[in-house]
């Protein structure tokens, strides 16, 4: 079974500042992708980035870019120049991933409500 | 194609009813989702299906609820007798097994259920 959790409920940046979100998550297997999601006030959710395990390269989508510590379980997600339309919950997911094609069901932390301040 | 839709929006229902939920997934996609999400917490996957048929369902899905693909492109999720924790947002996803994209998820804006 995958777990995953995000330890901070709610976290707040300045306009134009940088800020992370933490992930750990928890699986027995070796292949997988992991992800985080943006679900804004009202609206659909909306993927912001995704990284494969199997790369150690960390993943990065403009703004948006990832640590991902594979030994340690760790997956944060960094947002750089903060906008107010980042204001949204955050959700991290993993999903197993079986030769090229993927399970895939997602499972999704806690989430963590960011809240961008002008 | 405007993405995934589902239908109603929001319902309520008196405790006891039964309610039905449809999801128009993404017109090429032949992965689709359903999840519950309860006020402030993650999504809860319940079942998928590949084309029609439903490939895993979760233990959160108890015999009241039922979900159809029938011929592979929309869903329905049922859910009879309806009791006050069954209140919640339900989403849909659709998504493509193989290609670049593996693996992402496309959702609809959900369909909120009060059970009064």
């Known amino acids: 079974a995958q777990t995953v959790t995000q330890s901070q409920p709610e976290m707040s940046v300045q306009e134009a500042e940088t800020v992370t979100l933490s992930c750990t998550y928890d699986?027995?297997?070796?292949?997988?992708?992991l992800f985080w999601y943006k679900q804004p006030p009202s609206r659909q959710m909306i993927l912001v980035i995704r990284?494969?395990?199997?790369?150690?390269q960390n993943a990065t989508e403009n703004r948006f870019s990832v640590n991902f510590q594979k030994a340690a379980k760790s997956f944060s997600l960094k947002i750089s120049d903060s906008q107010l339309g980042d204001t949204a919950m955050y959700f991290c997911?993993?999903?197993?991933?079986?030769?090229?094609?993927?399970?895939?069901?997602?499972?999704f932390g806690q989430g963590t409500i960011l809240t961008v301040h002008p | 194609d405007t993405g995934v839709s589902q239908n109603p929006r929001h319902k309520i229902t008196k405790r006891g009813q039964n309610v039905t939920f449809r999801c128009d997934p993404i017109s090429e996609h032949n992965r689709l989702y359903w999840y519950r999400q309860t006020l402030g917490q993650g999504p809860e996957f319940l079942t998928y299906?590949?084309?029609?048929?439903?490939?895993?369902k979760s233990r959160l899905l108890s015999d009241r609820f039922s979900a159809e693909r029938p011929k592979g492109s929309f869903s329905t999720l049922e859910i009879q007798r309806t009791e006050q924790g069954d209140s919640a947002m339900y989403l849909c996803?659709?998504?493509?097994?193989?290609?670049?994209?593996?693996?992402?998820?496309?959702f609809g804006e959900g369909s909120r259920l009060t059970v009064l």
């Open positions: 996803a659709s998504s493509l097994a193989g290609g670049l994209r593996t693996g992402e998820l496309f």
């Open positions: 299906f590949q084309n029609e048929a439903q490939l895993e």
């Open positions: 699986t027995s297997e070796n292949n997988y992708y």
């Open positions: 990284q494969e395990a199997y790369k150690q």
């Open positions: 997911a993993s999903q197993l991933n079986a030769g090229g094609t993927s399970y895939g069901k997602l499972t």
